[in-house]
């Protein structure tokens, strides 16, 4: 069986190469008969969508002499291998690239991007131009055009640039919603400078959140510095993706990639090329995930939506009723099955329409009405605080850990709420759970607290070691806190 194995292997081999294929035959008696496929040809891909790619350099302007100045070797280097003209220290800038004489251009980077229009628009990511004094496209036949910056949004790593040509070869858009996890992809870019090199795996996943605005498209494609921007192509010879970032511990290619989804891509390319900026919606809340552990304790089931941190102050989730501690599981009919869900659904409604956004609060299902806004890039919302600086106490507490005491009416007309209790004391394993001096208890599981008293009894009847969630105000933010009921 081993010499099997080794005839099948070697056959494949050959296939890759676009020599015939032969399907191995078992042996009698076998178990199985294993067949081999020829590995998949990607010449005409490249023939056809290879033109469509092109390598981009930035420059920008800084005063002559500062910072390190490259050794001879590097900028021999660059010039030789990359195409990249390095000015020698204190070489004085060429006429008319509109540098004063305490100025020249320095290159920051190079990267990759892909026409997706005949008359020059160019897609790449928004960190390959971020802050560039001059950006540079170079078509694979090596015609170079000064690019003039469309607009860029940062949220996607989406940016758009303009080049004077017309006739260009534009790829083709896919439909990255019909991407599939084991399907082959290619990838054309300029790593390290290399114009026009391509590299291919499959697609390794799909929704990956990596902290992003955007799920991305999970590869094993080599992407390395210099694909930044470049396009990810199905076999179909359609863009499905536009390379973005890597996972490695060296600064090379590890076997993991992400692309942006062309789909988010192209809608952002349209708003960029309409006003120059993205437009999206905003109802003003902070976020977090839903644990499992948090799922079981409020009844949700499995472990889905996003949990209300904090509620922007006269913003359209405050207007439409929203609390701390909801937990958002639809929004405009779509379901909202991580918290990173939700920012991207609310971005996608247009500002001013209504939508009803589905949340449980308290064990219950409610359906609320919300006016959506309009999101401001540079408005911050602020992040709540603790209540105070007090360190965990371990007087004598209940058996969730804690001594609280009612809120005055003052209180509660401060904080916004409707009943809750002020914790007073924490013994250390609930503060090693989380909970604060300060903190305002206002629920426990399904139940909202109004009194101490209430809050005691309901301690002394939770099963000892078992996790409850517990909703806190902290500051302008709520949150939950899961604590584990104490023997008396």
Known sequence: MKRLIGVCLSVALIAGAGLPVAACAATPGSQSTPVVRGLPDFTGLVEKDG?????????????????????????????????????APNAPPKGGSGTTPDEEERPTGVASGFIISP???????????????????????????????????????????????????????????????GEWVVAIGSPFGLENTVTAGIVSAKGRDTGDYTPFIQTDVAVNPGNSGGPLIDMNGD??????????????????????????????????????????????????????????????????????????????????????????????GKPVDRASDLPRLVGETKPGSTVPMQLLRMGKML????????????????????????LPSSAATNAL?????????????????????????????????????????????????????QFDAIGVGLPAGKQVAVLVRRGDAGIYVLLRPQKQ
């Open 401 to 453: 850990g804690a001594r609280v005491i009612d809120l005055n009416q003052a209180q509660i007309r401060q904080l916004g709420v409707n009943g809750g209790v002020l914790v007073e004391a924490v013994s250390d394993a609930a503060a090693h759970d989380g909970l604060r001096i300060g903190d305002v208890i206002v629920g426990v599981g399904n139940t909202a607290i109004t009194s101490a008293a």
């Open 51 to 87: 033109p469509s790619v092109v390598n981009i350099r930035t420059f920008k302007k800084v005063p002559v002499g500062s910072g390190e100045e490259m050794d001879d070797q590097t900028r021999e280097l660059l010039r030789r291998f990359f195409g990249i003209p390095v000015p």
């Open 367 to 390: 359906t609320l009405d919300v006016k959506v806004g309009e999101w401001v890039m540079d408005k911050k919302v602020a992040s709540g605080s603790a209540a105070n600086g007090a």
């Open 119 to 181: 008359d020059g628009y160019v897609m790449t990511n928004a960190h390959v131009v971020d802050g560039a004094d001059q950006i540079l496209v170079t078509l694979t036949d090596k015609r170079e055009f000064t690019a003039k910056l469309v607009g860029v949004d940062k949220r996607t790593d989406v940016a758009l640039v303009k080049i004077d040509a017309k006739n260009l070869p534009a790829v083709r858009i896919g439909d990255s919603s019909k991407v599939k996890v």
């Open 239 to 332: 863009v499905v993706g536009i390379n973005s970032q890597i996972y490695s511990r060296t600064g090379g290619f590890m076997g993991i990639s992400f692309a942006i989804p062309i789909d988010e891509a192209m809608h952002v390319a349209d708003e960029l090329r309409k006003q120059g900026y993205v437009v999206r919606g905003k109802i003003g809340v902070q976020i977090d995930g839903v644990s499992r552990e948090l799922a079981e304790s409020l009844g949700l089931g499995a472990a889905r939506g996003a949990l209300v941190r904090m509620v922007e102050k006269g913003g359209a989730a405050e207007k439409a009723g929203v609390q701390a501690g909801d937990v958002v599981t639809r929004f405009n």
